[in-house]
C-alpha cells in the first residue's frame, strides 16, 4: 500500500511542479527535492510491502512514510484551494484581493515551511533506519522477485495444503491428469492447474505427482514452490538438486556459485535426453514462468511441465506456447460443500436441525472453497452442538475467528499471500474495492479512458481469482486515527465520539443514517473530501456547502428526496460524476454546463402510472454538447422546442458509451441518427418515444456505433431498424411496444410470428420482447442466439405457447413471463406431462409474474430441471415485489 500511496504522490508533485510552481519560486528546489527523494524511496517499497506482514520494524517504518506522504498531499491540496478563490467584483473584490494576497503569502510561507519539515523527516527516516535499508537490499533479487525466506516460503505452501480427503472428487480429478501425463504427444506440454486460493490445487497435483504409475513413467521428477517472491536463483538450485540425485550424478564443480544464465543451461543439459516432470507449485506472475521456462529443454521425450496457479492469464499464456492444457478447478457446487462440511463439522453426521440455519449461512461464506470449510469447522467441531448460542457467536463473529483464532491461520495465510503477490498499482485498487470503489486509484494510460484502465485492473484482480477477498481492507483501516482519510458511516455517529478529525477527509460514504447524525458530519470542515456518497440518506434539499468542496470529484446522492440541484454546482470544476439516481431531480441548472471535467451523469427516477413504472429523466439541457468528457448520459428529455438543437448536439459528446434518451418524437429521428453515427464508442443505447404510439424513427441510420452491446427500444417503430442484423457485438436487446407490421428482414420477422433465424444474434445474452398485442407465435431455429442466457417476454396476450425451437437455446438458465396468458403459465406449472414442459427442461429457473391487488407479484414455477444428465428440484419462491415492467431491466428477482 505505502508503494502506491508514494507513486501517487509523485505524480502529483510533478503535476505541482508543472502548474503551480509560479506561485512557488522560493521553494521549487524544496519540491524537486522532495520529488527526487520520494523517487529513491519508491524502488525500495516494493520490498517493504512484501516484508511488512512478517517484520514489525518495517510495519513501523512504512507507516511513518505513510503518514508523512498523507501530510504532503494535504499541505499542496490546501495552498491550491486559496489560487481558485473566487473575489467577485468592484470595492468589495478588491478588498477581497487585498486579504487573500495576505492569506496566500502566509499560506505559502506555512507551506514551504512544511515542505522544509517533510524533506528533513523523509531524510531522518531513511538515515534512522540503515539497517532496514540494509534489510531490504539483501532481500531484493531478479526482476519480478522481492525477497526469500525459507521459513516463511514453507509456511505458505502449507497454507494450500489439504488432505486429500478434503477434496471431494479428487479421484476423477487425479485420473483426468494422470491422464494428461502420460499420454499423447512426446513433444514438451505444459498442464496448468488454474483457480482461486483454497480450492486444493497443490493438494490434487501433489497426489498426481506421488502416483506410482508417474513416477514409473518418468525418469525425472522435480517440485519447485513458489510461494511468496521467490528467489529465481535459489530455486533453480532446487531444481538442479532434485535432477542430480535422480540420475546419480554429482552436482559439477562451481555450480553453487554459477549465474542465472549458467545454472539454466546446466539444468538444461542434464535433462535434454531424458523424460521429465517439472511442477511449479504456486506460480504467481508470468515473468516466474518466463525464468524457469529455459532452463526446461524442448526434447521430444513425452516430458510435462505442471503449473498451479491463481492466476488465469499465466495459466493459457503457458499453455499456449507448448500446446498445453488448462484444468480449472472451481468451488464446490452445494451439494458437495455440504457434504465436506458435515464430514468435518459432525464427522460424517447430518446437520442437527437447531443448527441448519446457521451452518448454512457459514458454509455460504465459504463460497465452496475447501480450506476454509476445514478451517472454520476445525472450531466447529468443538463446540456443544446443543448451545445453539455458541454456533450464533461464531456465526456473527466470522471475521474475528479468522484473525484471532489458530485453527484459521492457514486461511489467513491463504488471503494475505494472494494479498502480497499484487503489484502495488492493484493492491490499492483491491484494498477499496469493496468499501471505496469510486476512489481515483487508476493510473493514467495514454489512449485508454480512466474506465478503461479501471476495467483492466478488476479483469486483473479477476484473474488472480482476488475479487472475493476482503477481509484484508480492515487491515488497512482499523484503528481510527487522528485524522481520517476514508470514512464509511453507518446508522450512528458512535465512532466520532472519539474526536476524530474530519479536515484531512478524502471520502466519505453514509448509509442509513439518522438525520442529527447526518446534519453533524455535514456540518464539519471537509475541504478536501474527493468522493461523498449519500446512499438513501434522509435528505431533503442539495447541501448548500456542498458546493464548497471543490475538490469533489463524485456526488452521489442516490435514493434521497433531493429534488433541485443550485446554480452553485457550477463551482465544482473536478467534478467527473453526478449521481442523482431515484431523486426528485427532474431539471438541471444551466451552470452545469461548467463541469468540462463531467463524465458520468445519471438523473433519473421511476414513477408509476397504469400499472407500469416510467422513467423520468432531466430535461435537455441546450448547450450539453460542451461537455465533451461525459460518457455515462442518463436520462435526457427531449421533448421542449430545444429537442432539435439537443439532438444535434449529442454528435459532439464523442465520448460517450452510454446514452439513454426519453420522450423522442418521429421529427427528432434524422438528426439523432445522424449523432448517434458519430459516437462510435457507444455500448449501451436506451431510447424511449415520447407516448407508446410514437415512432420512434431510426432508419436514417446508416452505420451504427461498432461495439453496441446493449440496445433498449421502448416505442413503435414501424419496421425493425435495418440495421440491427449488423450489431456483431450484441448482447443484450429490449423491445418493448414495437408494434411492428410485415417486416421483410431475414434474420427477424415478426407479425404475427417472430422468427429468428440461424446465424442471428450470435453474442446475445439477454432477448426481452414486451407488448406484442398481435404476436401468436416465436420461432427459434437451431443455431440461432448460441449464447443467450436469458428470455423475457411480457404482456404478448395472444402468445399461448412456448417459442418453437427453445430447446435449441442450449444455454437458456433464465426464463421470465409477465402478464401472460394463463394457458402458457397453466403448461409449465401442470409438469412433465406437457410438451412445453419439456422443452425447457434444461432451464435453471423460470419465473412468472402478474397484477393482484395493485401490486406486482412474481413466482418461481417449481419444476425438475434436467442439466448434464442430473436431476434437480426447483424451489417455490413465494411472491415478491416484482421490479418496474418496461425498463431496461423489468424482472430483476433478488
Given at each position: 500500500?505505502?508503494?502506491?500511496?508514494?507513486?501517487?504522490?509523485?505524480?502529483?508533485?510533478?503535476?505541482?511542479?508543472?502548474?503551480?510552481?509560479?506561485?512557488?519560486?522560493?521553494?521549487?528546489?524544496?519540491?524537486?527535492?522532495?520529488?527526487?527523494?520520494?523517487?529513491?524511496?519508491?524502488?525500495?517499497?516494493?520490498?517493504?510491502?512484501?516484508?511488512?506482514?512478517?517484520?514489525?520494524?518495517?510495519?513501523?517504518?512504512?507507516?511513518?512514510?505513510?503518514?508523512?506522504?498523507?501530510?504532503?498531499?494535504?499541505?499542496?491540496?490546501?495552498?491550491?484551494?486559496?489560487?481558485?478563490?473566487?473575489?467577485?467584483?468592484?470595492?468589495?473584490?478588491?478588498?477581497?484581493?487585498?486579504?487573500?494576497?495576505?492569506?496566500?503569502?502566509?499560506?505559502?510561507?506555512?507551506?514551504?515551511?512544511?515542505?522544509?519539515?517533510?524533506?528533513?523527516?523523509?531524510?531522518?527516516?531513511?538515515?534512522?533506519?540503515?539497517?532496514?535499508?540494509?534489510?531490504?537490499?539483501?532481500?531484493?533479487?531478479?526482476?519480478?522477485?522481492?525477497?526469500?525466506?525459507?521459513?516463511?516460503?514453507?509456511?505458505?505452501?502449507?497454507?494450500?495444503?489439504?488432505?486429500?480427503?478434503?477434496?471431494?472428487?479428487?479421484?476423477?480429478?487425479?485420473?483426468?491428469?494422470?491422464?494428461?501425463?502420460?499420454?499423447?504427444?512426446?513433444?514438451?506440454?505444459?498442464?496448468?492447474?488454474?483457480?482461486?486460493?483454497?480450492?486444493?490445487?497443490?493438494?490434487?497435483?501433489?497426489?498426481?505427482?506421488?502416483?506410482?504409475?508417474?513416477?514409473?513413467?518418468?525418469?525425472?521428477?522435480?517440485?519447485?514452490?513458489?510461494?511468496?517472491?521467490?528467489?529465481?536463483?535459489?530455486?533453480?538450485?532446487?531444481?538442479?538438486?532434485?535432477?542430480?540425485?535422480?540420475?546419480?550424478?554429482?552436482?559439477?564443480?562451481?555450480?553453487?556459485?554459477?549465474?542465472?544464465?549458467?545454472?539454466?543451461?546446466?539444468?538444461?543439459?542434464?535433462?535434454?535426453?531424458?523424460?521429465?516432470?517439472?511442477?511449479?507449485?504456486?506460480?504467481?506472475?508470468?515473468?516466474?514462468?518466463?525464468?524457469?521456462?529455459?532452463?526446461?529443454?524442448?526434447?521430444?521425450?513425452?516430458?510435462?511441465?505442471?503449473?498451479?496457479?491463481?492466476?488465469?492469464?499465466?495459466?493459457?499464456?503457458?499453455?499456449?506456447?507448448?500446446?498445453?492444457?488448462?484444468?480449472?478447478?472451481?468451488?464446490?457446487?452445494?451439494?458437495?460443500?455440504?457434504?465436506?462440511?458435515?464430514?468435518?463439522?459432525?464427522?460424517?453426521?447430518?446437520?442437527?436441525?437447531?443448527?441448519?440455519?446457521?451452518?448454512?449461512?457459514?458454509?455460504?461464506?465459504?463460497?465452496?472453497?475447501?480450506?476454509?470449510?476445514?478451517?472454520?469447522?476445525?472450531?466447529?467441531?468443538?463446540?456443544?452442538?446443543?448451545?445453539?448460542?455458541?454456533?450464533?457467536?461464531?456465526?456473527?463473529?466470522?471475521?474475528t475467528e479468522i484473525d484471532c483464532n489458530d485453527k484459521h491461520k492457514n486461511l489467513k495465510r491463504v488471503l494475505s499471500l494472494c494479498f502480497n503477490d499484487l503489484p502495488y498499482y492493484l493492491k490499492s485498487c483491491f484494498l477499496l474495492l469493496s468499501l471505496f470503489p469510486e476512489e481515483g486509484f487508476v493510473e493514467k494510460k495514454e489512449g485508454k479512458t480512466p474506465e478503461e484502465v479501471a476495467k483492466d485492473y478488476f479483469m486483473e484482480l479477476l484473474n488472480r481469482s482476488l475479487i472475493e477477498v476482503a477481509?484484508?481492507?480492515?487491515?488497512?483501516?482499523?484503528?481510527?486515527?487522528?485524522?481520517?482519510?476514508?470514512?464509511?458511516?453507518?446508522?450512528?455517529?458512535?465512532?466520532?465520539?472519539?474526536?476524530?478529525?474530519?479536515?484531512?477527509?478524502?471520502?466519505?460514504?453514509?448509509?442509513?443514517?439518522?438525520?442529527?447524525?447526518?446534519?453533524?458530519?455535514?456540518?464539519?470542515?471537509?475541504?478536501?473530501?474527493?468522493?461523498?456518497?449519500?446512499?438513501?440518506?434522509?435528505?431533503?434539499r442539495f447541501p448548500a456547502q456542498v458546493a464548497d468542496w471543490c475538490y469533489l470529484t463524485y456526488l452521489s446522492f442516490r435514493y434521497t428526496e433531493v429534488s433541485t440541484v443550485p446554480s452553485s454546482i457550477g463551482n465544482l470544476q473536478n467534478l467527473e460524476t453526478l449521481d442523482l439516481k431515484h431523486t426528485n431531480v427532474t431539471e438541471l441548472p444551466i451552470e452545469i454546463l461548467k463541469l468540462r471535467q463531467l463524465r458520468h451523469l445519471l438523473v433519473y427516477c421511476y414513477k408509476t402510472v397504469s400499472h407500469?413504472?416510467?422513467?423520468?429523466?432531466?430535461?435537455?439541457?441546450?448547450?450539453?454538447?460542451?461537455?465533451?468528457?461525459?460518457?455515462?448520459?442518463?436520462?435526457?428529455?427531449?421533448?421542449?422546442?430545444?429537442?432539435?438543437?439537443?439532438?444535434?448536439?449529442?454528435?459532439?459528446?464523442?465520448?460517450?458509451?452510454?446514452?439513454?434518451?426519453?420522450?423522442?418524437?418521429?421529427?427528432?429521428?434524422?438528426?439523432?441518427?445522424?449523432?448517434?453515427?458519430?459516437?462510435?464508442?457507444?455500448?449501451?443505447?436506451?431510447?424511449?418515444?415520447?407516448?407508446?404510439?410514437?415512432?420512434?424513427?431510426?432508419?436514417?441510420?446508416?452505420?451504427?456505433?461498432?461495439?453496441?452491446?446493449?440496445?433498449?427500444?421502448?416505442?413503435?417503430?414501424?419496421?425493425?431498424?435495418?440495421?440491427?442484423?449488423?450489431?456483431?457485438?450484441?448482447?443484450?436487446?429490449?423491445?418493448?411496444?414495437?408494434?411492428?407490421?410485415?417486416?421483410?428482414?431475414?434474420?427477424?420477422?415478426?407479425?404475427?410470428?417472430?422468427?429468428?433465424?440461424?446465424?442471428?444474434?450470435?453474442?446475445?445474452?439477454?432477448?426481452?420482447?414486451?407488448?406484442?398485442?398481435?404476436?401468436?407465435?416465436?420461432?427459434?431455429?437451431?443455431?440461432?442466439?448460441?449464447?443467450?442466457?436469458?428470455?423475457?417476454?411480457?404482456?404478448?396476450?395472444?402468445?399461448?405457447?412456448?417459442?418453437?425451437?427453445?430447446?435449441?437455446?442450449?444455454?437458456?438458465?433464465?426464463?421470465?413471463?409477465?402478464?401472460?396468458?394463463?394457458?402458457?403459465?397453466?403448461?409449465?406449472?401442470?409438469?412433465?406431462?406437457?410438451d412445453d414442459y419439456q422443452k425447457v427442461a434444461h432451464v435453471s429457473r423460470v419465473y412468472y409474474g402478474y397484477w393482484r391487488d395493485g401490486g406486482c407479484h412474481v413466482q418461481l414455477i417449481e419444476r425438475s430441471v434436467q442439466r448434464d444428465g442430473a436431476t434437480a428440484r426447483g424451489t417455490s419462491m413465494g411472491s415478491n415485489e416484482f421490479p418496474p415492467c418496461g425498463s431496461e431491466c423489468p424482472t430483476k428477482v433478488n
Amino acid at each position: 500500500m505505502a508503494e502506491a500511496a508514494v507513486n501517487f504522490l509523485i505524480g502529483k508533485l510533478t503535476t505541482f511542479l508543472d502548474n503551480e510552481v509560479q506561485f512557488f519560486r522560493d521553494a521549487e528546489e524544496e519540491v524537486r527535492s522532495l520529488r527526487e527523494q520520494l523517487k529513491c524511496i519508491s524502488a525500495s517499497l516494493r520490498v517493504a510491502d512484501s516484508l511488512e506482514e512478517s517484520d514489525e520494524e518495517v510495519k513501523a517504518w512504512v507507516k511513518q512514510l505513510r503518514e508523512i506522504v498523507y501530510v504532503t498531499e494535504d499541505a499542496l491540496d490546501e495552498f491550491k484551494l486559496l489560487l481558485v478563490h473566487d473575489h467577485g467584483v468592484g470595492f468589495a473584490g478588491l478588498f477581497c484581493r487585498i486579504s487573500c494576497c495576505v492569506k496566500n503569502m502566509k499560506a505559502r510561507y506555512r507551506t514551504i515551511l512544511q515542505i522544509h519539515n517533510i524533506n528533513s523527516r523523509i531524510k531522518s527516516l531513511c538515515d534512522g533506519h540503515q539497517r532496514l535499508c540494509h534489510k531490504f537490499s539483501n532481500a531484493e533479487h531478479v526482476p519480478g522477485s522481492n525477497f526469500s525466506d525459507n521459513t516463511r516460503h514453507e509456511h505458505q505452501g502449507n497454507a494450500f495444503f489439504l488432505d486429500k480427503n478434503e477434496l471431494v472428487s479428487i479421484e476423477e480429478q487425479k485420473k483426468q491428469l494422470v491422464a494428461w501425463l502420460v499420454e499423447g504427444t512426446s513433444r514438451p506440454q505444459v498442464i496448468s492447474v488454474v483457480g482461486m486460493g483454497g480450492l486444493g490445487k497443490t493438494t490434487l497435483v501433489n497426489e498426481v505427482y506421488e502416483d506410482p504409475e508417474v513416477k514409473k513413467h518418468f525418469r525425472v521428477c522435480a517440485w519447485i514452490n513458489f510461494s511468496g517472491s521467490p528467489n529465481i536463483g535459489e530455486l533453480l538450485q532446487d531444481i538442479l538438486q532434485q535432477i542430480v540425485r535422480v540420475i546419480a550424478q554429482p552436482i559439477p564443480h562451481g555450480a553453487d556459485t554459477m549465474n542465472i544464465y549458467w545454472m539454466k543451461m546446466l539444468i538444461k543439459d542434464l535433462l535434454q535426453g531424458v523424460r521429465y516432470l517439472v511442477v511449479l507449485d504456486d506460480t504467481g506472475r508470468i515473468d516466474e514462468w518466463e525464468a524457469v521456462k529455459h532452463a526446461l529443454p524442448n526434447n521430444m521425450c513425452g516430458s510435462r511441465i505442471i503449473i498451479t496457479t491463481r492466476n488465469h492469464d499465466l495459466a493459457y499464456t503457458s499453455c499456449q506456447e507448448l500446446e498445453g492444457k488448462v484444468y480449472k478447478m472451481e468451488p464446490l457446487p452445494v451439494e458437495q460443500s455440504r457434504k465436506l462440511f458435515c464430514a468435518k463439522t459432525f464427522q460424517g453426521s447430518s446437520c442437527p436441525s437447531n443448527l441448519e440455519e446457521i451452518c448454512e449461512f457459514i458454509l455460504k461464506k465459504c463460497g465452496g472453497l475447501p480450506l476454509a470449510m476445514v478451517a472454520i469447522s476445525g472450531v466447529l467441531a468443538k463446540k456443544d452442538k446443543r448451545r445453539t448460542d455458541e454456533w450464533e457467536l461464531v456465526r456473527h463473529s466470522l471475521g474475528t475467528e479468522i484473525d484471532c483464532n489458530d485453527k484459521h491461520k492457514n486461511l489467513k495465510r491463504v488471503l494475505s499471500l494472494c494479498f502480497n503477490d499484487l503489484p502495488y498499482y492493484l493492491k490499492s485498487c483491491f484494498l477499496l474495492l469493496s468499501l471505496f470503489p469510486e476512489e481515483g486509484f487508476v493510473e493514467k494510460k495514454e489512449g485508454k479512458t480512466p474506465e478503461e484502465v479501471a476495467k483492466d485492473y478488476f479483469m486483473e484482480l479477476l484473474n488472480r481469482s482476488l475479487i472475493e477477498v476482503a477481509e484484508i481492507a480492515k487491515e488497512e483501516n482499523r484503528e481510527w486515527p487522528d485524522k481520517v482519510r476514508r470514512l464509511s458511516l453507518q446508522k450512528t455517529l458512535q465512532a466520532l465520539q472519539q474526536n476524530g478529525s474530519l479536515s484531512q477527509l478524502r471520502s466519505l460514504y453514509m448509509f442509513g443514517m439518522e438525520r442529527p447524525f447526518m446534519n453533524k458530519v455535514l456540518a464539519s470542515d471537509m475541504k478536501l473530501l474527493n468522493v461523498l456518497d449519500m446512499l438513501a440518506a434522509p435528505l431533503r434539499r442539495f447541501p448548500a456547502q456542498v458546493a464548497d468542496w471543490c475538490y469533489l470529484t463524485y456526488l452521489s446522492f442516490r435514493y434521497t428526496e433531493v429534488s433541485t440541484v443550485p446554480s452553485s454546482i457550477g463551482n465544482l470544476q473536478n467534478l467527473e460524476t453526478l449521481d442523482l439516481k431515484h431523486t426528485n431531480v427532474t431539471e438541471l441548472p444551466i451552470e452545469i454546463l461548467k463541469l468540462r471535467q463531467l463524465r458520468h451523469l445519471l438523473v433519473y427516477c421511476y414513477k408509476t402510472v397504469s400499472h407500469s413504472h416510467l422513467k423520468v429523466g432531466f430535461k435537455a439541457l441546450r448547450g450539453i454538447g460542451a461537455l465533451q468528457s461525459l460518457q455515462k448520459l442518463c436520462y435526457i428529455e427531449a421533448d421542449d422546442e430545444s429537442s432539435s438543437s439537443v439532438m444535434r448536439e449529442l454528435g459532439m459528446l464523442t465520448q460517450l458509451d452510454r446514452l439513454a434518451i426519453l420522450k423522442v418524437k418521429k421529427e427528432d429521428g434524422r438528426d439523432l441518427c445522424s449523432s448517434i453515427s458519430k459516437l462510435t464508442r457507444l455500448r449501451s443505447i436506451a431510447i424511449y418515444s415520447v407516448d407508446d404510439d410514437e415512432i420512434i424513427d431510426l432508419q436514417h441510420l446508416s452505420s451504427p456505433p461498432p461495439f453496441l452491446e446493449r440496445l433498449y427500444l421502448r416505442g413503435r417503430l414501424g419496421a425493425l431498424p435495418h440495421w440491427l442484423p449488423s450489431l456483431s457485438s450484441l448482447t443484450k436487446l429490449y423491445l418493448w411496444y414495437c408494434r411492428l407490421k410485415d417486416d421483410s428482414l431475414v434474420s427477424l420477422q415478426i407479425c404475427p410470428i417472430l422468427c429468428i433465424s440461424t446465424k442471428a444474434f450470435m453474442k446475445l445474452r439477454i432477448l426481452g420482447l414486451g407488448f406484442f398485442d398481435r404476436l401468436r407465435c416465436i420461432e427459434v431455429e437451431k443455431g440461432a442466439m448460441p449464447y443467450l442466457e436469458k428470455l423475457i417476454i411480457v404482456r404478448c396476450k395472444l402468445l399461448e405457447n412456448l417459442p418453437s425451437g427453445i430447446e435449441h437455446l442450449t444455454k437458456l438458465n433464465v426464463l421470465e413471463f409477465f402478464d401472460m396468458p394463463d394457458e402458457l403459465v397453466k403448461k409449465l406449472v401442470q409438469g412433465e406431462q406437457d410438451d412445453d414442459y419439456q422443452k425447457v427442461a434444461h432451464v435453471s429457473r423460470v419465473y412468472y409474474g402478474y397484477w393482484r391487488d395493485g401490486g406486482c407479484h412474481v413466482q418461481l414455477i417449481e419444476r425438475s430441471v434436467q442439466r448434464d444428465g442430473a436431476t434437480a428440484r426447483g424451489t417455490s419462491m413465494g411472491s415478491n415485489e416484482f421490479p418496474p415492467c418496461g425498463s431496461e431491466c423489468p424482472t430483476k428477482v433478488n
